[in-house]
């Protein structure tokens, strides 16, 4: 180190004059087309309405119920908002990978309401039709044959249904107005209507009030035996703003499982899913075959551009991450008073890139090594030194000279391995 300064000690003079940095020659037309911003990008539109509030759901959502005279007003308030924010971030002319409708429950609008916003996002973009997948979030209950032929008509390519338990008793358990019945008539509709234009995917939760192992089994199993291409399981969290916190965790009066025997369903699941060839691309979601991938998901945890459009919506637009107001009240107020209706941001450090990149990119279960050390002119293996051969040694991940995987252990271990890793970068700055 000492030599390398040596050696560049410079002689003392006038010349030459330094008028930037770097230098012109680093310059190069890649930077500015990533300026002008050409690069492809995702849309995600939120819809903050249920028809119901499910006793473990922690997401900010209005029972439609109390708010449906606002629907309309707040479908207009997203046209507004799309039309406003791709004019002020120039986002029109951008390719675009893959759309996002979540929620709350974006499939309880009504047909009309879903086409004018689609209007708009087709208006806004240019090159909104030519997009690689079109995901919709949609619940039982709110799934009817002639809904699914509008999304069918809208372009909607991956449907993803919450269902969450199979069992009667645990679905009544968790504040969800369907049965067992209506969920599978809802699959059917939805695979009769969108055979060969889109993939389904089922939410399942781990972990519910309630749930035994035969429970969880009846409930795996009969996902499974739907057909369905993509079934995914999260792990129920308690939230304090939860019912489910409320009786299960402060007053003890409904049964929520352990750690452990939640930790044990999922390995269920894993074996279950395995042997029906249901293959894992993230560690909550296992596809048949290999057959489907959420683009968006992956495109935004490999860390592409995206939009959020909507009351609480975040998106990432290149080192800045920026958020809607989460205010239902405030946020046709902005966008009526002629705002972009935002109101907090995040600038990255190119220290916070690395971090993301690890903590999101391990959730996809294998990571590049070769292209983090282009990226960043540093090994990840040197990095995290501290952990890494420990982690192999314990059965989370495998490691080549190119990429880290995550074994089984691993995936059933969900954040932990990212985690890690990250807090270990995060601990050398
Ligand atoms: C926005 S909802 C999707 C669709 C629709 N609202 C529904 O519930 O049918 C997305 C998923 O979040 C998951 N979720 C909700 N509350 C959760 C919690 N406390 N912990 C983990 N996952 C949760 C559920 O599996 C749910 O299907
Ligand atoms: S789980 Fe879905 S339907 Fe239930 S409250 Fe949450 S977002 Fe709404």
């Not at 997203?78 to 971030?89: G, P, Q, S, Y």
């Not at 057909?227 to 409320?246: H, L, P, Q, R």
């Not at 596809?287 to 860390?303: A, F, H, L, P, V």
């Not at 279960?365 to 192999?392: I, T």
Request: aromatic share 10%; net charge negative.
């Amino acid at each position: 180190m000492i030599a390398t300064i040596e050696r560049l000690q410079l002689e003392p003079k006038r010349l030459p004059l330094i008028t930037n940095y770097p230098s012109f020659r680093k310059w190069n037309k890649k930077a500015l087309e990533d300026k002008v911003g050409q690069d492809p990008m995702c849309i995600y539109v939120h819809i903050p309405f249920c028809t119901q509030r499910c006793s473990f759901c922690y997401y900010k959502t209005v029972d439609l119920k109390e708010y449906r005279p606002e629907v309309d007003t707040y479908v207009e308030m997203l046209c507004e908002e799309i039309n406003r924010a791709t004019d002020r971030f120039q986002l029109g002319d951008r390719p675009i990978k893959a759309v996002y409708f979540g929620g709350g429950t974006p499939s309880l609008l009504t047909e009309i309401q879903t086409t004018k916003i689609v209007d708009a996002l087709r208006r806004n973009f240019k090159h909104f039709d030519s997009k690689d997948q079109f995901s919709f979030e949609a619940e039982p209950l709110t799934i009817s044959r002639s809904k699914m032929e509008t999304l069918k008509s809208l372009g909607v390519t991956r449907l993803s249904m919450g269902m969450q338990s199979f069992v009667d008793d645990i679905i009544k358990l968790s504040g969800r107005g369907h049965d067992e019945k209506q969920a599978y008539r809802a699959i059917e509709i939805a695979q009769e209507v969108g055979a060969g234009q889109w993939n389904i995917n089922i939410d399942l939760l781990s972990g519910l009030a309630g749930e035994t192992p035969e429970t969880w089994n009846q409930s795996v199993k009969r996902a499974i035996a739907t057909g369905v291409e993509s079934i995914t399981v999260y792990k129920m969290e308690a939230f304090a703003n939860t019912e489910v916190f409320d009786q299960g965790v402060r007053k003890d009066e409904v049964a929520l499982p352990t750690d452990d025997q939640e930790m044990a369903f999922m390995a269920h699941a894993m074996d279950c899913f395995e042997e029906a060839n249901y293959l894992p691309w993230s560690f909550f979601t296992y596809t048949k075959n290999g057959c489907d991938e959420s683009q968006y998901i992956s495109s935004i945890w490999r860390g592409m551009d995206f939009y959020g459009f909507g009351v609480s919506a975040f998106g990432s637009l290149g080192d800045h991450l920026i958020q809607n107001t989460s205010d239902l009240e405030k946020y046709p107020a902005m966008v009526g008073a002629g705002e972009l209706p935002l109101t907090r941001g995040y600038r990255f450090t190119t220290w916070d890139q690395m971090v993301r990149e690890v903590l999101m990119g391990v959730k996809l279960l294998s990571f590049d090594l070769k292209g983090f050390k282009e990226r960043h002119g540093v090994k990840l293996q040197s990095l995290c030194s501290a952990v890494l051969p420990q982690l192999e040694a314990d059965g989370f991940v495998k490691v080549s000279s190119d990429e880290l995987t995550l074994t089984n252990k691993g995936i059933l271990y969900g954040d932990y391995v990212g985690q890690l890793l990250s807090d270990t970068i995060k601990n050398l700055h």
